[in-house]
């Protein structure tokens, strides 16, 4: 029988320093990617990847239970609330955007399903939602990456934001404006 998160998290706790490993091959894919979309590049990520789990299994005895998911995007959440204000200071607002994050839309997409002219214009439409998705402000990114990408439901994401249902609604909806906004010049059915 397979076990849960809490009882390999217990586990670990016990003293099997090898009860983690089924649940960080669990979840390393969501939350890379979800970090790769909030930060500004590959490097940012990384280094915000590894520290999420550092500091996840430093303090795992303080995990109360629940999503251990959730608690793991938590953590980077304000580890990246902590570096972007750090950061803002040297912030010039004429910096390009960085293009070197793209969806992988081969997981996405069943390429025998598509001609490649389609698997093209995906990616190409992948990589102007990754541009858009830098001008919104960090939280309102946050919650379309959380909800769009992470399917995660907008409770969920207020408690990680620790903010209101109905500001996280609003967050999704000033998100979803933007988006449609910077897009409809190249999208005119928008």
């Not at 001609?115 to 992948?126: C, N, P």
């Amino acid at each position: 029988m397979e076990k849960n998160d809490q009882d390999l998290i217990n586990d670990y706790i016990n003293g099997d320093i090898n009860a983690l490993e089924p649940i960080i091959d669990k979840y390393k894919n969501p939350l890379y990617s979800f970090i790769l979309k909030m930060t500004e590049g590959k490097d940012d990520a990384d280094d915000i990847f590894q520290e999420v789990w550092f500091k996840a299994i430093k303090n795992i005895k303080k995990f109360k239970g629940g999503s251990f998911i959730s608690w793991l995007f938590r953590i980077s959440h304000n580890l990246i609330i902590d570096r972007a204000r750090k950061n803002w200071r040297n912030t010039s607002f004429h910096q390009k955007i960085n293009n070197d994050q793209s969806i992988n839309f081969e997981e996405k997409i069943p390429a025998n399903d598509i001609s490649l002219r389609q698997e093209i214009d995906a990616k190409i439409i992948g990589n102007k939602i990754e541009i858009a998705l830098k001008v919104l402000s960090l939280k309102q990114r946050e919650v379309f990456i959380l909800r769009m990408y992470e399917q995660m439901s907008f409770k969920e994401i207020a408690r990680i934001q620790k903010c209101s249902i109905n500001t996280c609604l609003a967050r999704m909806q000033y998100a979803l404006n933007k988006m449609k906004e910077i897009l409809k010049k190249d999208f005119s059915e928008l």
